[in-house]
């Protein structure tokens, strides 16, 4: 079932571009290795700069089933693998007695890692590990069987292997640092904000209804909010967000006012909002829109 992956880079470009997600070649290039070579890829950059939506775009790009595995602090493995349905098992025993098999795959609840390693019709898989990052090491350290031999151990059943290696993908927002015994089973890429171009091209692609003029000023205020001295600056998802908020507003042209207005689509800590607000506002879209001259 591998015969639907792409045979070189520029046709995985062409099929990440299909489903309108617009990256460099570097990327391109990681992405098809992991493909040809069953490795999985480490995706580490700021939230919102389209880590996750390539794992997604892969998924659909290639007709697999994505299995989402999402951190966060605490996660231990009988949540990422499976657990037993302790009561169903109870009751069974209770009706059956010593006959009833009460590790039979019918009391198993079987989470993320473990169905990435099972047969699917569509082909392997597509894995996501979201924000690993937010896990601890003793995570990091369950996962290296998962991602060197595609495998899982339940200590009930014993070793589960994958029948053809899943694609995995991790994610980080680097909020601490990786392990390198992680890093080191993993194609590694930092996935950064685009610039102006690839920015506007990506907007075109995914908000089309935008008005031409609209796109090019949002593009352009975004990036220049980057350079401004802000706890979080917005990423790719909020130029996304924003452009279809002034596009439900009908608006074709930015101004103060509207800026003002929608700049909660934009930035999500209050300090930053008020950082920008008032003469800042009409400071950066002049600013902007003397960018957008000078470029032609």
């Known amino acids: 079932m591998t015969s639907n992956l792409p045979t070189s880079i520029d046709e995985t470009l062409s099929m990440l571009r299909e489903q309108d997600y617009v990256c460099d070649r570097s990327l391109a290039t990681l992405t098809y290795l ?3 070579l069953n490795r999985p890829i480490f995706l580490e950059g700021e939230a919102g700069v389209g880590k996750t939506e390539l794992a997604k775009t892969i998924a659909t790009g290639l007709g697999r089933d994505l299995i989402r595995l999402q951190c966060y602090e605490g996660l231990d493995a009988s949540t990422a693998v499976c ?4 009561s169903a098992q109870m009751l069974a025993l209770r009706a059956g007695g010593d006959e009833v098999d009460i590790y039979d795959d019918k009391f198993l609840f079987k989470r993320p890692l473990l169905q990435a390693m099972e047969s699917h019709k569509n082909g392997p898989p597509v894995l996501l590990i979201d924000e690993i990052d937010r896990t601890d090491a003793p995570f990091e350290a369950f996962l290296l069987e998962a991602l060197s031999d595609y495998q899982v151990t339940v200590p009930e059943i014993g070793t589960i292997k994958a029948p053809e290696p899943p694609i995995i993908i991790l994610t980080s927002n680097r909020t601490r640092e990786v392990h390198d015994a992680l890093k080191r089973r993993c194609l590694y890429h930092w996935v950064d904000y685009p610039n102006f171009d690839r920015e506007l091209e990506i907007l075109n692609a995914r908000v089309p209804e935008a008005a031409a003029t609209l ?3 949002v593009v352009g205020f975004v990036q220049r909010l980057r350079n401004e001295d802000l706890f979080k600056a917005p990423g790719l998802a909020e130029t996304l967000d924003w452009a279809k908020c002034l596009v439900a507003l009908d608006v ?14 934009v930035l999500k800590y209050q300090d930053d909002i008020a950082k920008i607000q008032g003469s800042e506002v009409t400071r950066i879209l ?3 829109r003397s960018d957008l001259r000078a470029a032609g």
Not at 83 to 86: D, G
Not at 252 to 265: C, D, M
């Open 34 to 36: 992991s493909l040809s």
């Open 83 to 86: 657990e037993w349905n302790f």
């Open 252 to 265: 074709i042209s930015l101004s103060p006012e509207v800026v003002s207005n929608t700049i909660g689509a």
């Open 215 to 217: 796109s090019n000023e």
């Open 286 to 288: 002049e600013a902007t």
